[in-house]
């Protein structure tokens, strides 16, 4: 069975391997396993893993990824509302840009400020 162990796993995106075993729990992943009950990740579960982690890192709840994964499982007839969650999290991402923007000007208003002040 080709993949990866869930330590090279983890290391592939610098994340514990409890934290693939927490993913699995939640059932967002599935890794395929050997007859002696050993985990695999295969390619698709790396690329589930990615997305899971770049929805987390972007804000996403726990509870609205595990709903993504749930229902891409139940397949094609569920793409308008897989397309729906990525429409509001997307929105909820630029919101999250956009505040970041006023507090980087804010910041570079101030560091322009003490590089003049440094001048005098």
């Not at 999250?96 to 590089?115: P, R, S, T, V, W």
């Amino acid at each position: 069975m080709e993949g990866y162990s869930i330590s090279k796993a983890a290391e592939r995106f610098g994340i514990e391997p409890h934290t693939l075993r927490f993913y699995e729990k939640e059932g967002i992943i599935h890794p395929e396993r050997t007859k002696n009950g050993i985990r695999v990740y295969t390619e698709e579960n790396m690329g589930q893993l990615e997305m899971a982690l770049c929805l987390k890192s972007t804000g996403m709840p726990l509870k609205d990824i595990k709903r993504y994964f749930d229902l891409v499982e139940q397949g094609d007839e569920t793409l308008e509302e897989r397309l729906r969650i990525f429409e509001e999290h997307r929105a909820h991402v630029l919101e999250g840009i956009a505040e970041l923007q006023k507090h980087l000007e804010k910041i570079n208003y101030k560091i322009g400020y003490l590089k003049s002040q440094e001048k005098k």
